[in-house]
């Protein structure tokens, strides 16, 4: 493997680990460029939703030409992630696959196209897509720059699994502490009816769901409430 493929995975590896993802995607399309022969415009495409969204690109081009297929839901960037292959356009020119668009690749100077989907896309569904328009010499993706674009589509992939993963473990930790906060409240408020009505923990916490449901609110507002008017009463 060459000795700037290398750095650029060992560079990647280290920036994926403090960086925000799109500024990990983003040097991703630009290492792509700089490392894979023919691949003169690059972008990420992530489906949201079902709908594709061009999340990050090095050069006008790409962004263009990714948005001609949006609208129709068909192109090599779009079938790529979908299906988590790639797909090339090697003569766009010729193409009948995608006829319209390679129509318009063609007319903006484009030569060849392959899109590399990520990896696993039940998980996060995406693709890079590498456009060839000759000015790196290489009017077509050569078979070993396909392969290279392909672990840069794997790489992408991980770093959004472990995005997603931060993501959901943020989420957790929060409803915890929203629940030991509920937590806390309701057993603030069982405390004060225990007090005031002379009940034990089981009974105050009935008190408590009575009210609730007959009120249609939630019991750490109920609770609350209670806590919140033994203070004022106070």
Not at 1 to 17: D, Y
Not at 165 to 171: Q, R, V
């Amino acid at each position: 493997m060459p000795l700037a493929l290398e750095a650029a995975f060992v560079e990647l590896g280290r920036i994926a680990a403090d960086q925000p993802l799109t500024a990990v995607l983003r040097r991703v399309a630009d290492l792509v460029v700089q490392t894979v022969p023919g691949a003169d415009d690059v972008s990420v495409t992530l489906l949201r939703r079902g709908r594709p969204v061009t999340v990050v690109f090095h050069g006008d081009l790409a962004a263009d030409l990714d948005e001609r297929q949006y609208p129709l839901g068909y192109g090599p960037s779009v079938v790529a992630a979908q299906s988590g292959t790639t797909v090339r356009i090697d003569d766009t020119g010729t193409d009948d696959v995608f006829p319209g668009f390679s129509a318009t690749a063609a007319r903006r100077g484009v030569c060849g196209v392959v899109s590399a989907g990520l990896p696993d896309p039940d998980r996060r569904p995406g693709s890079i897509t590498a456009y060839c328009s000759g000015r790196s010499g290489h009017p077509v993706l050569p078979p070993q720059a396909q392969r290279t674009l392909e672990r840069f589509a794997a790489f992408a992939a991980v770093a959004l699994g472990n995005a997603a993963a931060l993501a959901e473990a943020g989420e957790r930790v929060e409803n915890l502490q929203i629940a030991l906060q509920s937590r806390a409240v309701i057993e603030q408020a069982k405390g004060v009816l225990m007090a005031r009505r002379g009940i034990d923990a089981d009974e105050a916490f009935t008190v408590l769901s009575t009210w609730s449901q007959h009120g249609n609110r939630k019991l750490r507002v109920v609770a609350e409430e209670v806590v919140a008017g033994a203070v004022v009463g106070s």
